[in-house]
């Protein structure tokens, strides 16, 4: 059972897609960026040893927390955060989860609302995917791995060659075509250093 106000991103073709794709093990700690309703990080929660779900926005946050509460749903640790900001120092996961905002927006899109940061990725739809990459090893432990969702609109091939660059071993593992965007979810995987 799923609670979902109308001011906090509902579970869609992306949330489904990367869902679908995420592939956890036995013991594995799992922390997802942007938890939005929930919905992903409570049907993963039966797999995975112990989760960490974060969002930037307070409404957000308190709809995953009745959500797991109502799922009865109990090793989910949920913080209020940007990215990375409400993770522990030394804190590290085997697996990190993120639908990003991956929309190209310009000011002319906006509609001023707090539900607007789940899509608002900035001109280029890169804002944060960019800043995510950027700091994500940081937090993965020895060949921990990344599940991310990606709009044709914000340059799939560029996300795989940034995250390249950071040493991971990065495969498209799923995509699917709309009438205007093809989404695909990377899995990337932190080697060696």
Known sequence: MFN?????????EDSFLLLENIILNP?????????????????????AEKIVATDISPEALKTAIENAENNNVHNIE??????????IKGEKFNVIVFNPPYLP????????ERIELAWNGGVNGRN???KFISSVKNFLADRGRVYLVQSSLAGIKETVNKLNKQRFKTKIIARKKYFFEELAVIEAEKQGE
Do not use: H, M, W
Request: aromatic share 8%; net charge negative.
């Open 4 to 12: 979902i106000p109308e001011n906090v991103y509902p579970p869609s």
């Open 27 to 47: 013991g594995d700690t799992l922390l997802e960026i942007g938890v939005g309703s929930g919905f992903i990080a409570i049907q993963l929660s039966k797999k």
């Open 78 to 87: 949920f913080r209020l955060g940007d990215l990375f900001t409400p993770i």
């Open 105 to 112: 927006t310009c000011e002319l899109d906006k509609i001023n």
């Open 128 to 130: 944060i995917i960019d």
